[in-house]
C-alpha cells in the first residue's frame, strides 16, 4: 500500500521557471491537499480539495495552481517560480468527515525545493 | 488571526522523564478535531495522536497522551518515559469540518531529548 506518493524529492529552479510538483494516493481519499513548511513557521495550507473537480485556497495560494481531474492525484503547479517559494512542500491526504475514526491527514515524504 | 498557538520553540528534557508540549487553539465551530505530528529529522510527519472535540476522555496512544481542556481551548501533548528518539519536531494542529476541512497547523516545538 504506497499511501500518498509525491514527486520529487528534490528541485532546484531558476527565477521564472514553472514546473509541477506531483502528488498520488491510493486510498480512495476524498480530502487532499498542499502545504509548504517554512522555517518557524510550522505547515500553511496552498490548496485544497474536497473531491474531484473541487478546489480551494488555503493560506498562501498566490503562485500557486492546482487542479483535481480525478481522485487519486492532486498536482501543484509553480506559475512563475520566485526565490520566496524555497520551501519544503507537503501534499497530504484523508478521508471526509464521518469515513473513519479520525480523518488523520496523510502525507507524503516531501519535496525540497530552492528558487534561485 | 492564528488558528493554533505553540508557545515553545524549543524543549530539553532527560531521558525517561516525562514532558508536556503546549498547544492552544481558537475555534468558533463546536465540532473539531486536534491532532499532534511527529518530524524527526528525515522530514516525514508522522501522526500521533487525536482528540475529537467531542470525547470526554483524554487520548491516549502508548507514551502520548493529550490533555484536553476545552473551555480553555488547550489540546497539550504530553510524553511519558522520554527516548532519545523522540527528539525532533511536534506540531499541533487542528481540523475545522465546517471550514471545508481545514486544517490548521502551529510553528512546532524543537524537542531535544539529553541521555
Known amino acids: 500500500n504506497a499511501g500518498v506518493t509525491q514527486t520529487p524529492k528534490f528541485q532546484v529552479l531558476k527565477t521564472g521557471q514553472s514546473m509541477t510538483l506531483q502528488c498520488a494516493q491510493d486510498?480512495?481519499?476524498?480530502?487532499m491537499s498542499w502545504y509548504r513548511q517554512d522555517p518557524g513557521m510550522g505547515l500553511r495550507l496552498i490548496h485544497y480539495s474536497v473531491g474531484a473537480g473541487i478546489t480551494d485556497q488555503g493560506e498562501v495560494p498566490n503562485g500557486y495552481n492546482v487542479s483535481r481531474s480525478t481522485t487519486e492525484d492532486f498536482p501543484l503547479r509553480l506559475l512563475s517560480a520566485a526565490p520566496s517559494q524555497t520551501s519544503v512542500y507537503f501534499c497530504?491526504?484523508?478521508?471526509?468527515?464521518?469515513?473513519?475514526?479520525?480523518?488523520?491527514?496523510?502525507f507524503g515524504s516531501g519535496t525540497q525545493l530552492s528558487v534561485l | 488571526a492564528q488558528k493554533i498557538t505553540q508557545t515553545q520553540p524549543g524543549m530539553f528534557v532527560q531521558e525517561k522523564e516525562a514532558v508536556t508540549l503546549d498547544c492552544t487553539y481558537d475555534?468558533?465551530?463546536?465540532?473539531?478535531?486536534l491532532f499532534w505530528y511527529k518530524q524527526p529529522s528525515s522530514g516525514e510527519m508522522i501522526f500521533l495522536i487525536y482528540q475529537g472535540s467531542y470525547d470526554q476522555q483524554n487520548a491516549t496512544e502508548g507514551r502520548y497522551s493529550l490533555n484536553f481542556q476545552k473551555a480553555r481551548k488547550s489540546a497539550n501533548l504530553v510524553i511519558s518515559a522520554s527516548q532519545l528518539g523522540d527528539s525532533a519536531m511536534y506540531f499541533c494542529a487542528m481540523r475545522e469540518p465546517y471550514n471545508f476541512n481545514k486544517f490548521y497547523f502551529g510553528s512546532g516545538t524543537k524537542l531535544n531529548v539529553k541521555p
Open positions: 486510498m480512495n481519499h476524498e480530502y
Open positions: 475555534t468558533s465551530d463546536p465540532s473539531y478535531g
Open positions: 497530504a491526504s484523508s478521508y471526509s468527515i464521518g469515513q473513519a475514526d479520525n480523518e488523520k491527514l496523510f
